[in-house]
């Protein structure tokens, strides 16, 4: 027997129609009258949610940064390795030399 799909998937204007017909089982109106208490005391009697602790006070929305193009020789070896990562390898290897590069500046720092 096929397993049940629970994953549903809906445009944004069938949501809309959904709640102008009432089908919708969020109470918009309910969630938008609740205060930091009430919503906090809703958090912790979630049992998804308990014991994870957030802080946000440190969050901070980072854009990419422009990227470079490079023609670089590296050992087949190396390549190969992050290739075998599959989808993104490039990212992956900008990532390894970005983490290279943030850690001697925090040691030539200090």
Known sequence: MA???RI????DKELRAMQERGESKSSWAQAAAMTDAEIEAAIAADAD???MVVDWTKAS???PQSKAVLNMRVDYEVLEF???QGKGYQTKI???LRSYVDQRMHHDRG
Request: proline letters at 0%; glycine letters at 6%; aromatic letters at 6%.
């Open 3 to 5: 397993r049940k799909e």
């Open 8 to 11: 549903v998937k809906h445009t």
């Open 49 to 51: 949610e308990a014991g």
């Open 61 to 63: 929305v980072e854009l």
């Open 82 to 84: 992050f290739r075998n």
């Open 94 to 96: 900008n990532a390894v």
